[in-house]
């Protein structure tokens, strides 16, 4: 990109189930927030990306207006951006991508979902009737995992103990994490015990549904510096939209993602990075199950093809680790309101580079790396973050 | 912005009632199309930028994949991009700054939009679930402009016939070009004549809803010029997104919307322009109904407020006259699929400015508009381009 661009400011709501607050009281609490991390005003915003895959289910409309409305940023330039489980990584690239183009010197990335209101059916209801090639079909996220799941443990030899070695060290680090939606700590033998979501997973592998928001302020490393010493400066970005009928490709193994290949070799390349491994201090990865987590550590270069699953024998991924994922819980603990997951992540890998993240901070974290995965594997996006100094 | 942008390919299929094609067939059409038009391949393509408003009354999902899946273009970044029907012209919008980013050499902009395999039914109660906060109430657009009208009446003394002026003139334009919906001459007795919709507004009043798709091949300039010499600048974008409770703020008075007034500011400053009425040559302007066009000449700044009915009355705005405005049928001849009609808008101000527009080309066209108004009258767009030469 032409200029390097900075992140300024975040925010982020508590995940959970919201009964009494409302779509804009996320979006507003997320924004403000944001702004106030920033030490700037709404009135220095001059353009606004929102993320939100369904906002009609928490009864909003899906374009600029509920944002607009929320936080009182009337007339000015908000693109609606909706990429499923990526939309909030989507409307971050696009507001990057915006500061870059030099049009606007500030702007905003909001990402915000309500999903108990309605239940989780209402969910599966509007893919369905939207069309969804699998859940159209009967098929679901959690059956779709569970044929890589199955298929993981036939090639390599693994079984569902290492799986909730993920879902321990994911609910260790929410335990860490106030504003995570699960805070408590469970074990291997809760995990094996926990009911089937789709075999062999189950309610202990999954993640859980739930509402929040989260916000970031994006500008030019030059205004940055100006705002605070300690900007974050956007060193890569990738996205790559893929089929949902993935599974239908003769090439599908169920044990890759190439969305997710491609979205990080994008970003890899434009932050200079050769090998991942050593180059990338933590990460937030998508755990939509735990299955998930093991796959996204090979597609994105921490271990090789058939190897991921050594990364959490090994202990490398937990916080005393040599590379944490998930220090804030990941989907599988801090929640995944689908519009607003890919901005929390990047609002936790600040607060690592910051080193605000109290009990749960990483030392000598330098370069952060956040990961969202859609459709099921239908999409996915990487943005990679670094620290100024 | 840091790069001058440029428009080398544009397509567009005819727009109508296609229940013997599908969502992708219309994506495909009309981007292989542009790409033709620009005399490149897809695989030169970098990125895209999808505007659709309701892909799921298609039966397809809002976010990427269905673009990907529609043309090949897999695992690529695609962003879904929606704004009711200011959605193609922000998704153009999106696509011109990601280019000025440096991120990209050359990326595409489509429109997509198939509303009439669902009946014009469905859009709306898609509408009422997702809380809109008129049609929720039992308010359309139709009964929204319906109040514009009446106010208009009162203020400024007009009647209906000088509206019927406006169908006139865009059912005129509409017969001359082979890709609009409808393509018959009618008389002012005939408007007036024709049904209620919601009184003062008839039928032909009224745009037509259909199915059809556009699309965009943006570059830079200086790539651009080494691909044909008549390129087409953008020198200006302006969006602006307020409040569908519009009608409830005591300053609203149903004769001007400031969402255009605020997204044509944006452009105007951006392109230098000081005196719209006499610096734009041809324009396409959102005449979702025949009242809205006068309301958008005042707006965009080709008349005073409460004069814009006399560049209808005086034939300013016939393919004749000063300053030509849907010299493609509009909204209300050439039809009105909702995330196509911002880019079919461009399609046709490339056409005049490039002189290819045959039986309705407006002599030393330099400079167009494209304005599109959604809410209704709660968010509006605008970009404005010019010849190179």
Redesign the interface.
């Known amino acids: ?3 390097q661009i900075a992140i300024v400011g975040v925010g982020c709501t508590k995940f959970g189930e919201h009964f009494t607050k409302s779509w804009s009281d996320l979006a507003v609490e997320a924004t403000f927030e944001a702004l106030s991390d920033a030490g700037v005003e709404l009135k220095d915003i001059e ?1 606004a990306w929102l993320g939100s ?1 369904r ?2 289910i ?8 509920p ?3 929320a936080i009182g940023f ?11 489980c990526a939309t909030g990584i ?1 409307a971050l ?2 507001a ?8 606007y010197d500030m702007v905003l990335a909001v990402g915000v979902e309500k999903m108990r209101d309605a239940g989780s059916r209402s969910l599966m209801l ?2 369905r ?4 090639p699998l859940i159209g079909k009967g098929r679901t996220a959690p059956s779709f995992f569970a044929s890589c799941a199955h298929r993981y443990f036939h090639e390599y030899g693994i079984g569902r103990e290492t799986l909730a070695k993920v879902a321990v060290k994911n609910h260790h680090n929410g335990t860490l994490t106030p504003k995570a939606h699960l805070q408590r700590e469970i074990t291997i033998e809760e995990v094996l015990r926990s009911p089937w979501v789709a075999e062999p997973l189950s309610v202990l592998d999954s993640t859980a549904s739930c509402d929040g928001a989260a916000a970031a302020i994006v500008t030019r490393a030059d205004i940055a510096k100006n705002l605070r010493p300690d900007y974050i400066k956007v060193a890569g ?9 993935n599974i239908f490709d003769r090439d599908f193994n169920f044990l890759e993602f ?2 997710t290949q ?1 979205a990080a070799r ?1 970003a890899y390349e434009q932050a200079g990075i050769k090998d991942p491994r050593r180059e990338i201090d933590i990460a937030e990865v998508h755990d939509c199950f735990t299955i998930t987590e093991i796959i996204d550590y090979e597609d994105l270069g921490f271990a090789p093809h058939g190897e991921g699953w050594k990364l959490i024998e090994e202990g490398v991924t937990t916080l005393e680790g040599d590379l944490p994922v998930n220090t804030d819980g990941g989907l599988k603990a801090f929640g995944h309101p689908l519009g607003a997951s890919g901005i929390r992540m990047v609002y936790e890998v600040v607060q690592q580079l910051q080193e605000k993240a109290e009990r749960r901070q990483v030392k000598n974290a330098r370069r952060g790396l956040a990961h969202c995965l ?2 099921p594997a ?2 996915a996006g990487v943005v990679i973050l670094e620290r100024n100094d």
Chains 1, 2 share one sequence.
């Open positions: 990109m032409r200029e353009a895959f906002p009609g928490a009864g909003e409309r899906n374009i600029g207006s944002l607009a409305e009337l007339n000015k330039p908000i693109t609606l951006v909706s990429n499923i989507d690239r696009n990057c991508l915006a500061v870059s183009s030099g049009m509007a893919n009737t939207d069309g969804h970005m990738g996205l790559a939209v893929g089929t949902e009928r190439k969305v491609e994008q859609g459709g239908a999409l």
